[in-house]
């Protein structure tokens, strides 16, 4: 199960990320999502840390794309093996998983290989049938000895990592035969490669030992006598004991040649941040079944993924607050689950669903007056943290209930949370307004970005940015080093119409940057001071009064 969160808007205002706040302890609270987690996708202004800091709370999760990504559904539990490991082991690892395919570290865990289940076969089977070539093991005999879960006797311990290749010879024939074969493998120089298997049969036993062959496997779980077991130790030549019957041993030792032979070295991998509509596409037209995830700080294999678990992936779950517009929501909110949108702003038309969803949306001044009525009717009383966010998101949007957004609802919930937080609403409005001003120390990008939300209006992109600050001693001498910068942000965002409204929440009224057509600017219902700046008395909402203002402009220029 993905994550299930609930978020405001890109710039998020007080309103957003309190809503969101509260929203989500609700949810937890009821048990409708148990692991809901607050979030923001944009930066908080100084007014806001002063809320969360007060409350007691931390930031909201910063979210920058909500795409299903390979790093969320990716099996963190991964079925793996080593380059040491044998057939054998790789086969009954990927025979109890039911997969066909594992990741091969080494023994430093670097990943190095993908091992597919076809690969084992060239193991087992080998591209020639004829000549030594066939009866030819390359392995180890302490990977032998593992395999066969065989006894070993011989005069120097058994190193898993010296592999060899070994010349397998059944002693089923006649001493005589034996010892024929024996004596040519002495004439060609490969005596010291040759793997005698034989059962109960003590004169091909001593005949191979005296020969001097590589090693001697005994099987069928029969008893050496002690001399055999001291005459190999004297010639140096490793000695076997394994229960298995000679044809049985001969299959398992194929088996316990290792898996970095025929392991393909050359193999795709994907970061755990690359969203999985992007690998989708990327990764169609691969040969390959399975993707290691790696971390890029580390360069450590984190999971895998398989091209089947990008055919329908699970979506990262939202609830909306504060905006119900994909052009103002987190990146990548296309792909993703909306279960739920409360706001207080216009329709946009954009937002779609698979499923039906819960929607909320109701002319009052602040999307936490929406929470906190959710609380009031469920007769929960939020914790107090979360009760003084969601005064803070009212006291923001409705600037103390002086705002003409302001309805009876909203001044019903702040006289509600007040009292649950234990905050006097005016005192706390006066602190809250005198945190931060942003014209007074924040950057031009700052400023522009604090608040700032984009719409679409008669198919025209508009930008609409505002400050609210105590006062405008400070707006003069900054106004060109703003213009400049909005003017900036107009031409690289190709906008039709871009608004800076700096709001004077004591004295109600705003002075207004706007860069755009003349013709739309003509049209504006402000006092106009000079090219691009306008005196607007009365004016401090940009849902009620400059949004729609800035509409009619574009809707009269075009008549």
Known sequence: MLPFYVIGHKNPDTDAICSAIGYAALLRSTGEERDAIAARCGEISQRTKWVLERAGFE????????????????????????????FLTAYRRMLAAEIRCVPVEDEQGNLCGILRYIDLLRLLLPADTEGLSVRTVHASLAHIAATLQAETVGPDPMVPDEEEDLILLVGASSQETVQNRL?????????????VLCGDRPIIQRVAIESGVRALLVTGGNEVSCEIRDLAKKRGIALLLCAQDTASASTLIRCSRTVRHVMERKFETVCPHEPVSNLRKHLATSDQDLFPVIDPATGRMTGVISKSDLVNPPRIRLALVDHNEYAQAVNGIEEAEITEVIDHHR??????????????NEPVGSTCTLVGRKYFHRGLMPHPGVAMCLCAGIVSDTLCLTSPTTTLLDREMLSWLTGVAGVDAQKFTEEFFAVGSLIASGTPDEILNADRKEFTEQGLNVSISQVEERDLHGFAARREELEASLRELHHSRRYDLTVLAVTDVAL????????????????????????????????????????????????QQAK
Do not use: W
């Open 508 to 555: 109600h009224h705003s002075m207004i940057l706007a860069i755009g057509p003349e013709t739309a600017l003509a049209k504006l219902p402000f006092e106009r001071r000079d090219e691009s700046l306008f005196h607007a008395p009365g004016v401090v909402s940009r849902k009620r009064q400059i949004f729609p203002a800035v509409c009619e402009a574009i809707n």
């Open 59 to 86: 930031p909201p999760t910063l979210l920058t794309d909500v795409r299903t990504n390979a790093g969320m559904i990716s099996h963190r539990k991964v079925i793996k093996v080593t380059t040491n490991d044998t």
């Open 347 to 360: 329709l946009a038309g954009d937002l779609v669903s698979r499923e039906p969803i819960r929607y909320l």
């Open 183 to 195: 004596k040519q493998a002495r004439d060609e120089g490969n005596l010291g490669r040759f793997f």
